[in-house]
C-alpha cells in the first residue's frame, strides 16, 4: 500500500509527464478532414512513422535493427508469447508501451494488463500510458479524447470507447480483469524479478507458478492473447529465465554485440558506454547491461594487492595474450569474449601481475594491445622480452590468417614482436585456472599489482578472477593469467631458449 508520500510523489510524476506530453505533441488547428484522415492512414501503415509522430519525446533516436524486427514480429502475432531481454538503455518498456498504445489506437488489442514485482511498481509503469491517453494533444486531436469520467485511477482506467487497463502486483488475484465480455488480450510483465527475491529459489518458485496458473489463465481461449515479458536476466534462476523456457522467443540484446560495438549506437555512443561501466563494477554490469550474471566464486575469496618489485629485477618475465577466439571449455557462450593481454613477472617464488589489458574489442585493438605491453616491458627495461600468445587448435585458422597479418599490418616493418605461439593443449578452463592460479594465491604468492588496482582494466580482471566457478561464462582474464604463470612456473630453466609444445610458431613480427 502506497504511503502518504509515495501518493505525493505519483502526483508530481504525473503532472510533471502529462505537461511535458501536452507541450511534446502541437498539433496543426489549419489541418483539413481530409488531410487528416489521410495523414492518420498513412501513419497506421507504418507504425515506426506512428510511434515517432504520437511520442516525440520518446521517439528521441533513432530505432536500431532490432528495434523494428522486434515491432514487426509483436504486430504480425496478435496470438504470441516474448521476452525481451534488452539491456537498460535500450528502452524495452518504452517500445512496448508504443507497440501497446498503438494495437490499442487502432483496435488490435482492448484489455491490458501491467504485471510488476509489486503493485506501486505496476502503477508507475502505468504512468506513461495514462498521462499520455490524458494529455498528448495528437492522439486526442486524432483518436478523440480517451480520458474517462469515474473510471480513471492510477492503477486502473477505461478510456471513453473501451479500452482498460490494469495494474497488478506479483502474487495478487487477477480476478475482476474481464471487462464486459473481453478477457485480458495483452499482458505485460515488467521488472518481476528482486534481486531478493532471486537469492531465494523457492520464492521465484511461487511467483512462476502464480503466473502460469492464476494470472495467464484469465486470457479467453477463443481470443489471442499477447503476452510479453520485460526483464534482464539477473540471476542464473529468476522469473525470465523461467518464463523464456516457454516463450515464442527470448530476444536478448546486451548494450554491446559480440564485436565489442554499441547495439543501439544512434542513442548510446560507444564513449557513454565506456563512461558509464567505468563507474561500476564489471559484475554489476554483466548483469544489468549484458545479461550476464555473476555469482560469487568459489575459488579466490581475495586477491593480494602490493608493490611489485622493479620488473627488469625478476627472475623471468613475459606478456601472455589471449585471443579469445573460442570457448570450448564452457560450452556456447553468447557474450562477446574478453581479448586479454597482461605483463606477468616472477621472482623467487612469487608471481606479479604488473599491467592488464582486458576488453571486448576487435582483433585489431588487441594487436595494438601487444605492441603496448611491449613498449611496457622496453619502458621498464626487461632486456629479454618474450610474448605469447594462446593458439590452440581452435584458434589456430584465426592466429594465422588474422593476427599475424594484422601485426605485420601494425609493425610497419619497423618494430617487431617477438612472438610465440603457445599451442599447449589445454584441458577444462575452470580447473586449469584452479589447479594453477588457486594453490599460489592461498599463499600469497600471486601479487596484484597495486599500483594499477584503480585501473579499469584491472577492475574487470578482480571482478573475473573473484567470480571464478565451474559454472563461471566469463572467465577470459583467469585464463589469461593461468597461461602465463604456467609457462613461468614450467619452463624457467628454458626459458632463455624457448620452448615447444607441439607444433609451436616461435618467430619475430
Avoid at 64 to 81: G, S
Avoid at 177 to 206: A, F, L
Amino acid at each position: 500500500m502506497a504511503t502518504k508520500a509515495e501518493d505525493k510523489k505519483y502526483f508530481e510524476q504525473w503532472q510533471q509527464f502529462r505537461d511535458n506530453t501536452r507541450k511534446a505533441t502541437p498539433i496543426d488547428l489549419t489541418e483539413s478532414v481530409v488531410d487528416k484522415n489521410n495523414r492518420i492512414a498513412k501513419l497506421e501503415k507504418n507504425p515506426e512513422q506512428w510511434f515517432k509522430y504520437y511520442f516525440p519525446n520518446f521517439y528521441t533516436s533513432e530505432p536500431a535493427p532490432f528495434h523494428i524486427k522486434a515491432t514487426k514480429r509483436v504486430l504480425a502475432n496478435l496470438e504470441w508469447f516474448e521476452v525481451r531481454s534488452w539491456a537498460r538503455e535500450l528502452s524495452k518498456s518504452g517500445r512496448t508501451m508504443m507497440e501497446d498504445l498503438y494495437m490499442a489506437m487502432t483496435g488490435r488489442k482492448s484489455n491490458f494488463l501491467e504485471i510488476s514485482s509489486t503493485y506501486d511498481n505496476a502503477c508507475r509503469l502505468l504512468l506513461p500510458y495514462k498521462s499520455i491517453l490524458e494529455a498528448n494533444n495528437r492522439i486526442i486531436n486524432d483518436y478523440g479524447v480517451q480520458e474517462s469520467i469515474g473510471n480513471w485511477e492510477a492503477g486502473e482506467f477505461t478510456t471513453r470507447k473501451g479500452v482498460s487497463f490494469r495494474a497488478l502486483g506479483a502474487g495478487q488475484s487477477p480476478r475482476g480483469t474481464r471487462k464486459d465480455e473481453k478477457r485480458p488480450d495483452k499482458i505485460n510483465i515488467d521488472d518481476i524479478d528482486t534481486d531478493e527475491e532471486c537469492r531465494n529459489p523457492e520464492r521465484i518458485k511461487q511467483k512462476v507458478k502464480w503466473i502460469m496458473e492464476a494470472l495467464i489463465p484469465t486470457r479467453s481461449i477463443s481470443s489471442d492473447l499477447q503476452i510479453m515479458i520485460c526483464g534482464n536476466i539477473i540471476a542464473k534462476y529468476c522469473c525470465v529465465t523461467e518464463m523464456a523456457k516457454l516463450a515464442d522467443i527470448h530476444d536478448i540484446v546486451n548494450i554491446r554485440d559480440k564485436e565489442g560495438k554499441s547495439t543501439w549506437p544512434a542513442k548510446n555512443s560507444e564513449a557513454n558506454i565506456d563512461r558509464v561501466l567505468k563507474t561500476i563494477s564489471w559484475s554489476s554490469a554483466q548483469k544489468e547491461y549484458f545479461n550476464n550474471p555473476q555469482s560469487s566464486g568459489d575459488v579466490f575469496q581475495e586477491l593480494k594487492y602490493d608493490k611489485c618489485p622493479p620488473l627488469k629485477s625478476c627472475d623471468n618475465v613475459l606478456v601472455y595474450a589471449d585471443p579469445s577466439t573460442s570457448n570450448k571449455d564452457r560450452g556456447v557462450n553468447k557474450q562477446a569474449s574478453y581479448k586479454s593481454v597482461g605483463v606477468i613477472g616472477k621472482k623467487g617464488t612469487k608471481y606479479y601481475l604488473y599491467k592488464v589489458w582486458i576488453k571486448q574489442t576487435n582483433n585489431s585493438k588487441f594487436v595494438s594491445y601487444l605492441y603496448e605491453a611491449y613498449s611496457y616491458l622496453a619502458a621498464h627495461e626487461v632486456d629479454v622480452k618474450r610474448i605469447y600468445i594462446e593458439n590452440n587448435s581452435l584458434q589456430a585458422p584465426h592466429y594465422e590468417q588474422v593476427i599475424l597479418p594484422e601485426i605485420k599490418k601494425q609493425g610497419g616493418g619497423i618494430l617487431h614482436l617477438p612472438i610465440t605461439a603457445d599451442a599447449r593443449k589445454k584441458t577444462d578452463k575452470y580447473f586449469r585456472i584452479e589447479g594453477t592460479l588457486e594453490p599460489k594465491n592461498r599463499l600469497g604468492n600471486l601479487i596484484f599489482n597495486i599500483a594499477e588496482k584503480n585501473d579499469p582494466d584491472m577492475r574487470v580482471m578482480e571482478d573475473q578472477m573473484l567470480g571464478v566457478s565451474e559454472k563461471a561464462k566469463m572467465m577470459d582474464g583467469p585464463d589469461m593469467l593461468e597461461g602465463g604463470v604456467w609457462i613461468l612456473e614450467n619452463k624457467t630453466v628454458q626459458m632463455e631458449g624457448g620452448y615447444s609444445f607441439g607444433a609451436v610458431n616461435n618467430r619475430k613480427f
